[in-house]
């Protein structure tokens, strides 16, 4: 089982996912334009992540806290394991089944959180790549 090695791995490679996402001259324009605030709970981490939109421009389309205390409402609300976001980010976790199945919890407006996932899939190839080459043992 591929699992984290510390808080601070997890809070990192998840950064680092996000930037990927954010800064890809595809994607990052794409999540902005959509303007789905979301709100990502990780208990076994003990991590909260607030994502929204930039409003700024320049490179950076997204912006995120680890905190609750954000400037900005979440529309969509998702808990689940460190191990199921990474399976995800692989590729490797269907969102609509891990929440039929109960992996993945969600409140809100999850119809605006599944047209998301379209968007994001060609991060799945570039965070194998990061994983392949800095975190191997977090492979699936």
Known sequence: MAEFQSESEFREVMDKAFTLMSTDPEMGP????ARVPQRF???DQEAVVN???GEEGGDQ???WEW???VDWEPKVGMTMSSEVANR???GKENVPLALAKRRIKSSGDIKSALKLIPITKP???MYR???ERDYPHLLV
Do not use: H, W
């Open 30 to 33: 794409k999540l902005r334009d």
């Open 41 to 43: 709970e990780f208990p």
């Open 51 to 53: 994502v929204t939109y």
């Open 61 to 63: 389309n997204l912006r």
């Open 67 to 69: 905190s609750d205390d």
């Open 88 to 90: 995800y980010f692989q």
């Open 123 to 125: 991060v799945f190839a």
């Open 129 to 131: 790549e990061m994983l």
